[in-house]
């Protein structure tokens, strides 16, 4: 066996067996949008909603998967404050101020955030996010974002996926709140 062979040996046992895998993902903002302002961002709140939940402690981590997918996939933090942190990156990056306290308040639910593969080139990941804005504890905007993103990559890759899907959501919300005057 050459060591190439040997490297991918213990990743194909993994992916044979049904193990789960941890993904690490480090957001980098990009967008193109700016603003300018004020705004506080705070909790938004995740819950597996898949076919087949792992431990109950790592629910908050666990990405969503059809049943005919051979592992469980996690990040390695919880998606609710993977996703909130991604957010301040994407309005910090475009001239937003964001403060720990403030009367324009950004917060919400990852409905769902779903990968699934059915071979290794096709891959598929889904996210749904439900927006509320309040100004001075009123509510004066809600969004709710879907974005799927597909693409024929290699299994590991996946992180791609994940971070554009992310990306236009966070996208469409920021133009959706500046179109209504709210951001």
């Known amino acids: 066996m050459n060591r190439g062979s040997s490297r991918l040996l213990p990743l194909m046992i993994l992916t044979l067996t049904g193990c789960p895998a941890v993904i690490a993902l480090d957001y980098v903002p990009s967008n193109s949008l700016k603003g300018q302002g004020p705004v506080q961002v705070?909790?938004?709140r995740y819950e597996y909603r898949g076919p087949k939940?792992?431990?109950?402690?790592?629910?908050?981590?666990?990405?969503e998967s059809s049943t005919e997918d051979?592992?469980?996939?996690?990040?390695?933090?919880?998606?609710?404050?993977?996703f909130a942190k991604a957010l301040k990156s994407e309005l910090t990056h475009s001239g937003y101020q964001v403060v720990d306290s403030h009367e324009l308040k950004?917060?919400?639910?990852?409905d769902r955030f779903a990968f699934d593969w059915r071979q290794v080139e096709d891959q598929t990941f889904?996210?749904?996010?439900?927006?509320?804005?309040?100004?001075d504890q009123a509510?004066?905007?809600?969004?709710?974002?879907?974005?799927?993103?597909?693409?024929s990559v290699t299994l590991w890759a996946g992180g791609v996926l994940i971070k554009a899907g992310v990306k236009d959501c966070i996208e469409q919300f920021i133009r959706g709140a500046q179109d209504a005057k709210v951001l």
């Open 42 to 44: 705070d909790t938004f």
């Open 53 to 63: 939940p792992g431990p109950a402690r790592f629910r908050s981590e666990e990405v």
């Open 70 to 82: 051979i592992e469980r996939l996690y990040l390695s933090q919880d998606i609710g404050q993977f």
């Open 106 to 110: 950004i917060f919400g639910v990852v």
């Open 126 to 135: 889904e996210i749904q996010v439900t927006y509320r804005v309040t100004r």
């Open 139 to 151: 509510s004066v905007y809600d969004h709710i974002c879907r974005s799927q993103q597909r693409k």
